[in-house]
């Protein structure tokens, strides 16, 4: 599903390109959920950006589903975006002025041709996490962990083969948390999606298939981190990011 390799991508600094990813590669297969972890500000959030056509890497490869996202011009990257991959990201980014519904059908809407079982679809969905008595609230109306629901209903309606989420559960109580994370599973299990999911928590990636840990600008298995959890230095960079138990 995924095929990512010797990715380079370095931002703009006042002193010249800071580079954050050097050399990553990452492969998923379809269906597959990948959990990846690593120390704040190593580049995670970037190569998410990478992999769901966003940002274009300055070197190196990715391949989605079959598609060579360099070589995908502007219309055919947008149908990609639409088709391919749905995002979840830590702020939900939900419309205010919008149901919960109205919310998920939006995220339907925007794809071309738009699904004919669309609005079934948004019932679906909200169903699914639990929201369908809210489905005409507005997201000021709903609590933080029910606001991260509607963004992933939104996201997982698409039934892409690929969803790539950002730090979903990062704002979540423990519970809330760990219900959250059960939607992606189902989607895992319902869509047959892939997952790339970002986080911190150990737990977290315990659920998933596979855990990679981005360090130095690069990916190493973690299977460790399931087990014995994350333990960085707290605001160290990457450089000196601790590699946990081995
Ligand atoms: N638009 C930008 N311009 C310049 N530097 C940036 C920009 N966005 C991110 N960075 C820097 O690039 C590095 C990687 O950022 P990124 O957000 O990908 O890290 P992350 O691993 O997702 O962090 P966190 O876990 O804290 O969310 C960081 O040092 C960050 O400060």
Known sequence: MVEASDLS???????????VLRGTDLTVRGGEFVAIVGPSGCGKSTLLTLLGGLEQPQAGTIRVADRDLRTLGAKELESFRQHVVAFVFQFFNLLPTLTAWENVLLGLEAMVPMPRDARQRADQWLERVGLAAKRDRFPGQLSGGEQQRVAIARALAKETPLVLADEPTGNLDEETAAAVLELFVAAQRMSG??????????????????VVE??????????????YGVDWPAGSPPAQAGRGPA
């Open 9 to 19: 991508y370095a931002y703009q600094g006042t002193d010249g390109p800071v580079p």
């Open 193 to 210: 999606s892939a997952v790339v999911l970002i986080t911190h928590d150990a737990k977290i990636a315990a659920r998933a298939d596979r």
């Open 214 to 227: 981005l360090t130095r600008g690069r990916l190493h298995e973690a299977p460790w981190v399931a087990r």
